[in-house]
């Protein structure tokens, strides 16, 4: 497996315009995560998916984000519109059923909203 | 505690130091206690899961210890080299998503 997929790596955009970033599971995990990392908060969960389903949005800051899952092996990060203060670092982690709960993450996406 | 802890915030050593650091965490509701290794620019990658009290998991000169009752985990580094420069997470793990530390960020210096 290829593990976690994210698109793309990197991201610059202008203030105001709409970010979508894309993950892309490891085939037969029923569980995803969106993360961003910023170097006043580290690691934050904005979102999580069950089975596709939306468990949990709690991390999400703010309206301007929206994430979507509309099937197992695709979900979308969207920031409309976009704010220099999003600048950070997102990612898409995955897990399966274990006992561990173990999360794989995917390489991330950093994005500059300038 | 409330949340999960992670001390200290960074450290630097000299290459063919041992180190550690700590994870604390709430002891109620455990499950599981995650360590991931971060590299600058890489995605976390999972160091050791440890589920019962006592566990010590080892790999290569890394070795990590779990107390549940009293809520922390120790991560070893023994003979630290540059290459184990990056930032340490623990992550506490249940039924709920995993709860993350801010990390530790080792600068291993040659």
Request: with cysteine; glycine share 8%; net charge neutral.
């Amino acid at each position: 497996d290829a593990g976690v997929i994210q698109s793309p790596r990197h991201e610059v955009t202008e203030m105001g315009q709409e970010v979508t970033l894309r993950c892309k599971p490891i085939s037969g995990h029923d569980y995803l995560f969106w993360y961003r990392q910023t170097m006043m908060r580290g690691l934050e969960l904005l979102i999580y998916f069950n089975n596709n389903v939306p468990i949990d949005d709690s991390g999400m800051p703010e309206d301007r984000f929206s994430a979507k899952m509309p099937n197992a092996s695709f979900s979308t990060l969207k920031i409309q519109p976009s704010e220099p203060r999003d600048s950070a670092v997102y990612f898409c982690a995955s897990r399966g059923v274990s006992l561990s709960n173990e999360q794989f993450f995917g390489p991330g996406t950093r994005l500059t909203v300038l | 505690i409330l949340n999960v802890e992670q001390s200290p915030q960074s450290l630097h050593v000299q290459e063919g130091d041992s180190t550690n650091f700590t994870c604390s965490f709430p002891s109620s509701n455990f499950y599981a206690l995650h360590w991931y290794r971060w590299e600058t620019a890489k995605s976390p990658e999972a160091l050791f899961v440890m589920t019962l009290n006592g566990d010590e998991k080892k790999k290569g000169r890394i070795s990590a210890t779990l107390n549940t009752k009293e809520g922390y985990s120790y991560l070893y580094i023994k003979g630290s080299q540059p290459e184990d420069s990056a930032t340490y997470l623990c992550a506490k793990g249940g039924n709920t998503p995993l709860v993350f530390g801010k990390g530790t960020r080792l600068s291993v210096i040659a």
